[in-house]
Nanobody, 119 residues
Framework: QVQLVESGGGLVQPGGSLRLSCVAS????????MGWYRQAPGKQRELVAT???????NYADSVKGRFTISRDNAKNTVYLQMNMLKLDDTAVYYC?????????????WGQGTQVTVSS
């Protein structure tokens, strides 16, 4: 019944922008920490950005200054605005929800959305 559905991926040229969206259902969204992770071919999944239930943010060094994570609790949606995209940003991007407080240990993943940066 819990679903995280990503959208917004696609093909973009280096230097371009994309905005990813993740719509959550079946959870109390406002008390979940949310994050974006990515996995490129032949590489391990890595954290891209997180935003906590209290709206604190954290970014991987590789995306600082280029990506912005945000959330709209009224829409049960977390976003990842990606600017100045590079070839190395090519990956499947996954949305993650992690429960806080008494919901610690609950963890959910979306199906992923492909981002391809290519000239």
């Amino acid at each position: 019944q819990v679903q995280l559905v990503e959208s917004g991926g696609g093909l973009v040229q280096p230097g371009g922008s994309l905005r990813l969206s993740c719509v959550a259902s079946g959870i109390s969204f406002s008390i979940y920490d949310m994050g974006w992770y990515r996995q490129a071919p032949g590489k391990q999944r890595e954290l891209v950005a997180t935003i906590t239930s209290t709206r604190s943010t954290n970014y991987a060094d590789s995306v600082k200054g280029r990506f912005t994570i945000s959330r709209d609790n009224a829409k049960n949606t977390v976003y990842l605005q990606m600017n100045m995209l590079k070839l190395d940003d090519t990956a499947v991007y996954y949305c993650n929800a992690a429960g806080t407080s008494w919901l610690k240990g609950r963890n959910y993943w979306g199906q992923g959305t492909q981002v391809t940066v290519s000239s």
